[in-house]
């Protein structure tokens, strides 16, 4: 071969070797690290249940949470990484030196999303359909200092003075829950008495409005919700570019989590409802490996599954079996559960072992080993014939008293594995101590529907939680809360502890003091560990899983964990 | 070929009803560290050479990849009829796993024995009850006409179209929270009966139907015989379509008692049956990482092929009804 052959050779092996460099590069997403925001775009999530309304004044459940998220702003946020106030709605705001009276400032020149000016109005008609008794919002238990109301006045278009009746521990960050709604779409609904049904999931999307970054376009039950693009919408980034990035993000309905993460998996979508489960950690970080997912992990989940007996006082559950109210009997149970076996065969590793409600998620509101039940089975079968249970015919099952077998049945979610599988796993567990446990999967609803009747005698589930500060769980912790699993919706508390876990909640609410409140807050938490009225074993470990083409994102372990700053989202590159 | 599936189905057989003996630990007992532990391999030979059947030490190197390795510091030997095991291992190696382990590390090979007789008891049941009570109000309708034959036809029609989920939900809520594996044997395989007879008697309606119309079918009427009697000589026309129905019904009702459990009417998470194992192995994670788990889809495939083998030869060609058209006897 002559050199010039052989340098036109070289030539256009270098160019074919560019070109494919090249192509590649354009094709690839850039990296997060050197990524500039662009406009436009779409993101696709995916989202395991239906929405009912999209009035979070009216609804509760996690969808509806969403779309305010998505569609409406609130005065100022929480930053769920930092804990700060971050201004939204309000640009400023100064308070008396009680905490109790604060004057907030709006943000000007603003307007909803069909054009139609934000002002103070829009403020207190929020206020107003939250207290109004019609309405029954959600929200109206949490927005009350000793049981009354916040006052509201209006200083003028711009300016509103909130007063708190008393002193309130939780302060404006408690503004974070509120999405301001716009007067003029609803106010005719309020009077009229027909407020919970304006925005229903059937409604007309056209009539609704917001100051969220985004607007709700399209609804196909069962397929999908399509968000576009806010042009009324008043944030910009640092460099004066306005917000959202996105054009459209849509949020595709898909119950199945197996689903879900094949999706992801194949780039039909860019984030999925929430964390990974363990067993797929594995999978997820090959696929990181291969380019085509991100994992974040963002630590302790804070919402923690829980086991607790129908404890209700003249429930079938406790005339039949007595010893289900005792505290002897649920700390045996407790000696006898070894947790980090649950951790490591659950949640491969994956988790944290707890003893109680809190979780390290929650921050410095944990203390480590705080009514810790070390795994004992000498104890744990101490006590249980300390309660006269004692196997009489030798069947390897305790009887009691009346010669009755010590078995009870446990409800659980079935398709939630890590709760059929760490039911399943209690239920081996407590055999070794003579307890006989009927693990009793059954479809979500039924489990509510269950508790909601007081049908059963254990059960083995959770509820989501909204937020890291222990007001926010009040429904769990007061004993007229409706989530105090054990006895809820007490008229009075049934107990003297319990009467001073109300007491201090309350005190809690009312404080300002952060040392004061996690003094009030540990107390509480091992009134709680001192009689046992539930059991807690393992808080996962949330690994956040998105597709390589999402940009901006600061996970957090409070659901949403991506969707929470959805404006800042950017698309990276282009779909697989 | 027959022969061979047929051979098969009394292996099951066989399996299944020796599960206690043949199981190397019991099918419920979980083993901590060996979550999604793969199948162990037997070996017959190291570098000492060749020895007795032999297994090694299976030890955990990461937890959340699951990652086992063979420990190949020491021999596990085979124990051939010990404590009541037909095959187990010393103890202290930790358990004998021919199929791996599930997700709370219980012994697969043990539940897919176990599970066996559970599923396959309730599927055949289920399967042959819908068989007789389709085959005989099919063969009423089609043989009698008229509103007797509108009756039944309506009733299957109505039966199709009921919402099944609902009705075991409804059904569920009137027995205790708690049933027994033997209750939700017998109650699922009523069900099962239940649901799927309206399909098996609109095919033997049609069949038979038809077959009255014949003239051997006529021959026989001239010669005096009842209603019934008419029947037994038009029903043998469905045999092959019964039996290509039976085949069909099997893997249905396996699949829908994994369906059941979701409404709590199944055996219950620590029962082992094949529809709960089914269920283990549908998430993502066993087809990527755990493909042993899969493997009661395999044991339910050779089971719905033999039986299809045995079914299609006896009915001259799988999937087809008998020649109609022959010379009867």
């Not at chain 1, 996690?518 to 597709?547: C, G, I, N, Y």
């Amino acid at each position: 071969m002559t050199p010039s052959r052989m340098f036109r050779l070289a030539l256009v092996i270098a160019l074919v070797v560019a070109a494919v460099i090249f192509s590649r590069r354009c094709g690839a997403p850039q990296s997060e690290a050197d990524a500039v925001p662009q406009n436009g775009g779409t993101l696709v999530a995916t989202y395991r249940t239906e929405p009912t309304h999209f009035n979070r004044l009216v609804e509760a459940r996690p969808m509806a949470r969403l779309t305010a998220l998505l569609t409406q702003a609130t005065l100022l946020r929480v930053d769920p990484n930092t804990g700060a106030l971050v201004p939204r709605l309000a640009t400023e705001w100064t308070g008396t030196p009680d905490g109790l009276t604060w004057t907030v400032t709006l943000r000007r020149g603003i307007c909803f999303s069909d054009g139609t000016a934000f002002t103070a109005s829009d403020v207190l008609f929020t206020f107003q359909a939250i207290y109004d008794e019609r309405v029954k919002s959600p929200l109206a238990l949490d927005m009350r200092a000793k049981g009354q109301s916040f006052q509201l006045r209006a200083i003028d278009d711009h300016h509103i003075v909130l007063t708190f009746p008393s002193p309130f521990g939780q302060g404006l960050a408690i503004l974070d829950s509120v999405p301001i709604l716009p007067r003029h779409k609803l106010q005719a609904a309020l009077d009229a008495g027909t407020f919970r049904d304006a925005w229903s999931a059937s409604a007309n999307l056209s009539d609704m409005a917001g100051l969220g970054p985004f607007m709700l376009q399209a609804y196909a039950p069962a397929q999908h919700l399509r968000f576009v693009r806010n042009p009324h919408f008043w944030r910009t980034d640092a460099t004066g570019q306005k917000l959202p990035y996105l054009d459209e993000l849509e949020v595709q309905i898909v119950p199945e989590q197996n689903a879900e993460l094949l999706r992801l998996q194949s780039g039909t979508s860019d984030l999925t409802n929430g964390g990974a489960r363990a067993e797929d950690l594995a999978m997820l970080r090959d696929a990181e490996t291969a380019g085509r997912v991100t994992l974040v992990d963002v630590g302790p989940a804070i919402d923690v599954s829980t086991l607790w007996f129908n404890l209700t006082p003249g429930s079938k559950a406790v005339a039949d079996k007595p010893w289900l109210a005792q505290e002897a009997f649920r700390r045996a149970i407790s000696h006898a559960v070894n947790r980090q076996a649950i951790v490591d065969t659950v949640h491969l590793g994956a988790a944290a072992v707890v003893y109680g409600p809190v979780s390290p998620g929650h921050g410095d509101w944990f203390v480590p080993d705080l009514g810790a039940t070390p795994f004992d089975l000498a104890r744990a079968r101490t006590l249980l014939t300390s309660l006269g249970l004692q196997d009489r015919n030798g069947d390897g099952v305790l009887d009691d008293a009346s010669n009755r077998p010590v078995e009870f049945s446990l409800l659980t979610q079935s398709g939630h594995t890590e709760r059929e599988r760490t039911s399943t796993l209690v239920g081996e567990q407590l055999r070794q101590v003579g307890i006989k446990v009927n693990v009793v999967p059954m479809d979500q609803r039924v489990v509510q529907a269950r508790y909601a009747s007081g049908d059963y005698e254990g059960i083995y589930y959770g509820a989501q939680a909204n937020s890291k500060d222990p007001t926010g769980s009040r429904a769990f912790w007061l004993s007229n809360g409706p989530m105090h699993f054990w006895n809820p919706n007490q008229p009075t508390a049934g107990s003297e502890w319990e009467g001073r876990i109300d007491a201090l909640m309350l005190q809690l609410a009312e404080t300002m003091d952060h040392a004061e409140r996690k003094r009030q807050f540990t107390e509480a938490q091992q009134l709680l560990a001192d009689h046992v009225p539930a059991l807690w074993f393992a808080a996962p470990h949330v690994s956040v899983p998105m597709s390589m083409r999402v940009g901006g994102a600061t996970p957090t372990v409070i659901q949403p964990p991506v969707l929470w700053n959805a404006e800042e989202l950017f698309v990276l590159g282009p779909r697989r | 070929m027959r022969r061979a599936a047929a051979a098969v189905l009394c292996a099951i057989l066989l399996v299944a009803t020796a599960a206690p003996w043949i199981a190397s630990n019991p099918p419920d007992l979980p083993f901590g560290d060996r979550a999604f532990a793969p199948p162990m391999r037997v070996h017959l030979h190291d570098t000492d050479g060749w020895h007795a059947p032999f297994v090694y030490r299976q030890r955990l190197v990461n937890r959340i990849d699951r990652t086992y390795v063979e420990d190949h510091t020491a021999r596990v030997p085979l124990r051939w009829w010990t404590n009541g095991r037909l095959v187990s291992i010393d103890p202290g190696a930790g358990p004998l796993l021919w199929c791996g382990a599930d997700a709370l590390g219980r012994d697969l090979c043990a539940r897919l024995v176990y599970g066996a007789r559970l599923s396959l008891g309730v599927a055949v049941l289920g399967a042959c009850g819908a068989l007789l009570l389709g085959a005989l109000l099919g063969a009423v309708a089609g043989s009698s006409g008229g509103r007797l034959d509108t009756l039944i036809t309506t009733v299957a029609d109505f039966v199709l179209v009921l919402p099944i989920v609902y009705l075991v939900i409804v059904l569920r809520a009137t027995r205790p929270l708690v049933i027994s594996p033997a209750e939700a044997f017998w109650l699922m395989t009523i069900l099962f009966a239940f649901v799927a007879w309206p399909d098996v008697a609109r095919g033997v309606r049609s069949i038979v139907a038809t077959e009255r119309t014949r003239d051997y079918a006529a021959a026989v009427r001239a010669l005096g015989a009842g209603r019934w009697r008419v029947m037994t000589h038009l029903l043998p026309a469905a045999y092959g379509f019964l039996r290509i129905e039976f085949v069909l019904l099997i893997p249905a009702l396996l699949a829908a008692e994994s369906t059941l459990s979701f409404v709590g009417f199944g055996f219950g998470g620590a029962t082992p049956s094949w529809g709960g194992l089914l269920k283990d192995g549908e998430a993502l994670t066993a087809m990527y990482a755990a493909p042993w788990l899969l493997l009661p889809a395999a044991a339910l495939f050779v089971v719905v092929l033999a039986l299809q083998t045995v079914a299609g030869a006896r009915a001259g060609v799988a999937g087809s009804v008998v020649d109609t058209t022959a010379p009867r006897r």
